[in-house]
């Protein structure tokens, strides 16, 4: 099992007046797949955001570490997958294109066998030569996928995981799921019912607004 964890230490963040949450404090061992939800409106992407490096908390910090070693800020990449609808892609590429494109700026050297793994387990193999444009949105989803996945992360960060997804693409992600938690940290923030029901442990951010917005 990996011995990744993850850290939020009185983590609060603001948005000019308005609180988002307050004082999260909370572990993320490995071996279990923790939900984030919330309704829409409570920082379930900015929370997302912090995790992953891409935006600082207000107050209090996200501590990141491997084998009992804090890992700075600038080497993270290297160790989370990250998968949400908003990150973009070049349509201008085809898939391999894309996924080599993202290789070289992690620094690592693409593994073609898990490349070409995780493009069947998602269902995209035959269309990997194909440029992006002519993706669907559902089929850009499981892109997004192959990126997060395919350095095997130690932390394994999905906000709106099936946002786009048909049933056979979101039984593709479950599937995904279930085997990188046996040896990785996976996180979910989500509101879809289905999506939580993997989770063993939902964190609500409605909890963490202990004060009023002014």
């Known amino acids: 099992m990996s011995s990744y964890l993850l850290k939020l230490e009185s983590v609060t963040k603001v948005f000019g007046r308005r609180l988002v949450f307050e004082n999260l404090s909370l572990d993320f061992p490995p071996g279990k797949v923790y939900g984030i939800s919330g309704p829409n409106g409570s920082g379930k992407s900015t929370l997302s955001k912090i995790i992953a490096g891409i935006i600082a908390p207000t107050s209090g910090r996200a501590l990141h570490s491997a084998g009992g070693k804090i890992i700075p800020a600038e080497k993270l990449h290297n160790h989370i ?7 973009t892609l070049y349509d201008e590429f085809t898939a391999l294109e894309n996924i080599e494109h993202f290789s070289r700026i992690r620094g690592i050297v693409s593994d073609n066998e898990r490349r070409g793994n995780l493009l069947n387990d998602l269902g995209i193999y035959s269309r990997r030569n194909d440029y992006v444009k002519a993706y669907s949105s559902g089929m850009k989803q499981r892109l997004k996928y192959v990126f997060a996945l395919i350095h095997r992360p130690e932390l394994i960060l999905l906000d709106e995981p099936t946002s786009n997804l048909d049933s056979s693409g979101k039984d593709a992600v479950y599937k995904l799921i279930e085997n990188e938690i046996k040896k990785s940290v996976v996180i979910i ?3 879809e019912d289905a999506d939580l029901a993997r ?11 202990l004060k009023q917005n002014k």
């Not at 997958?81 to 908003?86: E, I, L, N, Q, R």
């Open 81 to 87: 997958g990250f998968v949400s609808p908003y990150l």
């Open 189 to 191: 923030a989500s509101n």
């Open 199 to 209: 989770c063993g442990e939902v964190i609500y951010l409605e909890e963490f607004k």
